[in-house]
């Protein structure tokens, strides 16, 4: 057997997705997405604006702290010029003495004491300290030569030397105000004040300020985190490696550069930076991220640079995000639900236009059937009519039938009818002639008995004439029977045919009052004996039973004969109209026909039965009367 080419490339069950489940996954996805989405650029616009407020913020701290800053710087620049002031100080570069740096030492001790500078002192053209305000102390610069420090050759070419730097004997950052000592208009020496720039650290510090501070080089020299001291805030060329290197500026200082993990610029001065917290292992997962805004400070080749920590703003971004989703999400889930409730609503209405259709469908169609029951039942009131007429024409053929069945028997009957008169009426004229004899003689006693003979023989032919009478009449549907009494005019109508052929009569049936006319019950009787005499003709010893019983309201009588009892291929024919087997005019085949329909009228039945023992029998069933006095206990 070959499969179906289509159950071939069937899908498999698990493959098959139903396609309401996959437009609900998608919408689910979807919606999903969308929140995420706005989620998100509700994060990106909040973060704009946050940080747009933060600069605008941060530029006025900027303007703020770099003004400190530059006056701070600006404080000490005119104090190594007033050197230029101090006779003392021009005598000892002119010609140096020990008195002479003695005093001048203590000047400027004085002076530095006063100023609150870190150190103060005195190169000569060589670049050799000749006095220093910390002369005292153990790390004294006193006689050391830093004719390869920057500020010292600016400041011998008459440039004023601006430098920070980590000093090259204390290893301390500082920084340094150089200023070329004239006299007239000819550099003798270089006055050096140096500054130490902790302060301000200290107090970014105390004001929570996150900020540093560059210089000329990228490196940078001032920051709120120890950690990025001295880093370059730009990868550093090598030629100004060896450059910062030679003039020793930042000591041995390595000058890693600062390597942010992530950098943003946003305009000239402004960039988001993203900071390892802990530099020294630059572990991306701890990062701190700043917007850096920078500015120029006057006065010096520095640059300050604000950091303001984004963290609050990031977090305030989050939140406006997260709010942004959620109410996006519950924007949908109510878009969601008002669509369903939309849908729900439609469903509800196409339901009740089609319980609407469906109805006024099935009204009409009522309407149509009431119609068409209406047409059907005029029909069958018609063919009810017309029936009622033809049981009507069937009524009156059936009595017309049974009338001419009566007469038929009656005329089967009239041969040994005529024999039951003609016999009384012989004896009749032989004793009305003996009795006018006997009158004549005078022998009154045997007239008399003669004349009581005579009334007898009148009264049996009375008798014979009123039972023809009686079995000719037409009779009614309805009305009463007694059994014993039927039987009896039966049997008295047969009886001319019984005495010719005798007959052995068996009967065991009790009387009873039946719904049925007395002379049709008669008549079946009669029709049912005659058939049995005729079917016994030929027998040797004719028998006839008649039984009967009550049961259950109706009365089950058998007439059975000891016949030749019906040809197999006849049975079937029996109960047709004019079916006889009987020669000439002998039979008119209504018999049977009659007394069934009789029976049938009367709510009984008339059945053949074929007994095993031979012959033939008939059981007529016909309902008792109730209640039947014949039947009750009193009258067993
Ligand atoms: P008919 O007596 O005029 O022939 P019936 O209708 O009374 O009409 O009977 C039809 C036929 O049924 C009879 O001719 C006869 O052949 C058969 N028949 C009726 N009763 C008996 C019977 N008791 N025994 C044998 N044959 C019978």
Not at 257 to 263: D, F, I, S
Not at 278 to 296: E, F, G, I, K
Not at 512 to 541: G, H, K, S, Y
Request: with cysteine.
């Amino acid at each position: 057997m070959q499969c179906p080419s289509s159950s071939l490339r069937a899908v498999p069950p698990a493959l098959t997705v139903k396609p309401r489940l996959l437009r609900h996954l998608l919408l689910t996805v979807l919606m999903l997405l969308l929140v995420l989405g706005c989620g998100y650029a509700g994060y990106l616009i909040s973060e704009k604006f946050a940080i747009a407020a933060l600069t605008d913020s941060g530029e006025r701290q900027l303007g703020l702290h770099a003004r400190a800053l530059e006056s701070e710087i600006s404080t000490h620049t005119y104090l190594p010029s007033l050197l230029e002031l101090e006779s003392g100080v021009s005598q000892l570069l002119l010609n140096p003495s020990e008195a002479r740096r003695l005093k001048v030492n203590r000047y400027l001790e004085g002076l530095n004491r006063r100023s609150g500078s870190r150190a103060i002192f005195l190169l000569d053209l060589g670049g050799r300290v000749q006095a220093t305000s910390n002369w005292r102390d153990a790390d004294s610069f006193q006689g050391e030569d830093l004719s390869f420090r920057a500020y010292y050759q600016d400041a011998v070419q008459g440039k004023p030397g601006r430098f920070f730097g980590v000093g090259s004997t204390t290893g301390e950052p500082g920084y340094y105000l150089a200023h070329g000592l004239r006299q007239r208009d000819k550099i003798i020496g270089v006055a050096v004040v140096k500054v130490r720039l902790e302060p301000i650290e200290q107090r970014w510090a105390r004001a929570r300020l996150q900020a540093y501070v560059s210089d000329e080089n990228g490196i940078i020299i001032l920051s709120s985190d120890p950690a990025l001291r001295l880093k370059s805030i730009r990868p550093l060329s090598e030629q100004t490696r060896t450059r910062l290197a030679s003039s020793l500026q930042y000591h041995w200082t390595r000058l890693d550069a600062l390597q942010p993990l992530a950098r943003q610029p946003l305009d000239s001065n402004t960039e988001l930076l993203t900071l390892a917290a802990n530099p020294t292992q630059n572990d991306p997962t701890q990062a701190v991220s700043y917007l850096a805004q920078t500015r120029r400070l006057e006065a010096s080749p520095w640059s300050f640079t604000l950091l303001s920590p984004l963290q609050d703003v990031r977090r305030q971004a989050i939140s406006q995000g997260v709010l942004a989703a959620v109410a996006v999400a519950l924007l949908a889930f109510l878009l969601i639900a008002w669509n369903q409730r939309r849908k729900v609503i439609a469903t509800r209405l196409a339901a009740r236009e089609a319980l609407q259709q469906a109805n006024d469908h099935l009204e009409r169609k009522i309407a149509e059937r009431t119609r068409s029951l209406r047409a059907s039942n005029d029909r069958l009131k018609a063919q009810i009519r017309e029936r009622r007429q033809a049981e009507e024409t069937l009524r009156k053929a059936q009595d017309s039938l049974v009338q001419a069945g009566k007469l038929a028997v009656i005329g089967q009957l009239s041969t040994s009818i005529a024999h039951e008169l003609n016999q009384p009426l012989a004896a009749l004229r032989t004793l009305s002639g003996n009795t006018m004899r006997f009158l004549q003689r005078g022998a009154l006693d045997t007239v008399t008995s003669n004349l009581a003979t005579i009334n007898q023989l009148v009264d049996r032919m009375g008798r014979i004439t009123a039972s023809l009478r009686a079995f000719a009449r037409r009779a009614d549907d309805g009305g009463e029977a007694q059994l014993g009494k039927a039987m009896d005019a039966a049997l008295f109508l047969l009886q001319g045919r019984l005495q010719q052929t005798p007959v052995q009569l068996h009967t065991n049936f009790a009387d009873a009052r039946l719904a049925i006319d007395q002379t049709r019950l008669e008549q079946i009787l009669v029709n049912l004996l005659v058939n049995a005499l005729d079917a016994m003709q030929a027998q040797p010893e004719r028998q006839l039973w008649l039984s009967g019983q009550a049961a259950d309201g109706v009365y089950r009588l058998q007439v059975r004969d000891n016949g030749p009892g019906i040809p197999l291929a006849l049975r079937k024919h029996l109960f047709e109209p004019f079916f006889t087997t009987k020669p000439g005019e002998q039979g008119l085949g209504l018999g049977l026909t009659l007394s069934a329909s009789l029976a049938v009228a009367a709510a009984g039945s008339l059945a053949v039965q074929y007994p095993e023992a031979g012959g033939t029998a008939f059981e007529l069933c016909l309902p008792l009367t109730t209640p039947s006095p014949v039947e009750s206990p009193t009258d067993a």
